[in-house]
């Protein structure tokens, strides 16, 4: 067993932690090898000030990645063991991974990895068919895999309690000017390589809209190409909101998301609940689970799309750190 990972396995497998969603596409993460441990850190600088002001965010999506970047390791057959926030005193370092027992790649690691490259967030109306049993079982249980769980809302009465939620927690959030200039200044009209292209957003938000869409300048609807009536709404939690229940919460997402993936299902996140509080609150009344909700999904079957850009490799990764 290798007791170290090397600068090419970190590269290796930062190409594939970078395709991990972070609110607006800031991919606020960075990477570095350090005494032939992997580190995972969220990049402070890149936090959102307005929309993510305690850094629940930038966590979620950190996790993620991580999730990742255990996956890819796992695929090259050199497995990682993981401790999240090693360093008490270095609170960015969100987890460190060494060389485990070296194993065959389970076919389930497989599968996921996999679909890294073919995740993207899919904001479109969905098609009206219903997500089948078996689909919503492998979601519930990607979760539970990842110490976290998911509520998926059933029955009209439900779902329109969340839409009232998320519907009350959207116009709380609109009212804030920096909010709203946060969320144009990271809407790209160009290739940029972070941001949210136009061509990814969702058809702006309209009054019989049961789901309130964040605006992330996507074309107006075609005449009857309104969202599906009967949206699969899916809530993500674990059993509290410490910085490493975030860490954990953001990889149970990359896990579900990525099984939605391989089943052929399309998603979009809907956090606007989870970020004001009294939202995030009523949100957790309203299941009756123990625990936080830490993002909530739509899930469905979605047309074709593409991934978003992402940062080149050179500037997530630290290499100032001294090593062995
Ligand atoms: C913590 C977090 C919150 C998010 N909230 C929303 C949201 O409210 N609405 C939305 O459309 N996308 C949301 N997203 C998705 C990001 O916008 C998306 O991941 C990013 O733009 C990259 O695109 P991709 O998912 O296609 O790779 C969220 C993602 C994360 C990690």
């Known amino acids: 067993m290798d007791a170290y990972y090397t600068l090419a396995q970190l590269r290796a497998a930062a190409a594939d932690a970078i395709r ?12 570095r090898l350090r005494d ?13 000030p307005a929309t993510d002001p305690n850094g629940w965010g930038i966590r979620i999506a950190a996790g993620a990645a991580l999730f990742n970047l255990r996956l890819a390791l796992a695929a090259a057959e050199t497995p990682a ?7 008490p005193a270095e609170p960015d370092v969100v987890a460190r991974l060494v060389p485990d027992r070296p194993r065959r ?14 995740r993207f967030s899919n904001r479109a109306p969905f098609q009206p068919d219903p997500v089948p049993a078996d689909a919503r079982w492998r979601l519930t249980e990607a979760a539970r895999a990842e110490e976290c769980w998911l509520e998926l809302l059933i029955g009209t009465s439900a779902v329109n309690a969340f839409a009232e939620i998320a519907r009350g927690a959207h116009h709380v959030l609109e009212r804030n000017p920096s909010y709203r200039a946060e969320r ?20 702006p938000f309209e009054p019989q809209d049961l789901l309130p869409a964040r605006a992330f300048g ?32 953001g990889q149970a997402l990359q896990r579900t998301l990525l099984t939605a993936t391989d089943a052929g299902l399309s998603v979009s ?22 625990g936080t909700p830490q993002m909530v999904m739509r899930v469905g079957y979605g047309q074709p799309g593409w991934p978003t850009p ?4 050179d500037e997530v990764l630290d290499l100032t750190v001294p090593q062995l």
Do not use: K
């Open 310 to 313: 992402r940062r080149e490799i």
């Open 36 to 48: 032939g441990g992997i580190e995972v850190l969220v990049d402070p600088s890149r936090r959102l």
């Open 105 to 118: 790649c389970t076919p389930i690691e497989q599968a996921l990895y996999a679909a890294i490259p073919r």
């Open 269 to 290: 996140m809907l956090s606007q609940p989870i970020e004001v509080p009294t939202a995030r609150e009523q949100l957790r009344l309203s299941l009756g689970r123990y």
């Open 184 to 203: 144009e200044r990271w809407v790209h009209h160009d290739e940029a390589p972070d941001g949210v292209p136009a061509t990814a957003g969702g058809p």
């Open 218 to 249: 996507g074309r107006e609807r075609a005449p009857g190409r309104d969202f599906e009536p009967e949206p699969l709404v899916a809530v993500l939690g674990g059993p509290g909101n410490t910085a490493v229940d975030q860490v954990i919460a």
């Open 20 to 31: 991990a969603p972070s609110l607006h596409n800031t991919q606020p993460w960075r990477f």
């Open 81 to 87: 063991a993981v401790r999240l926030r090693p360093y």
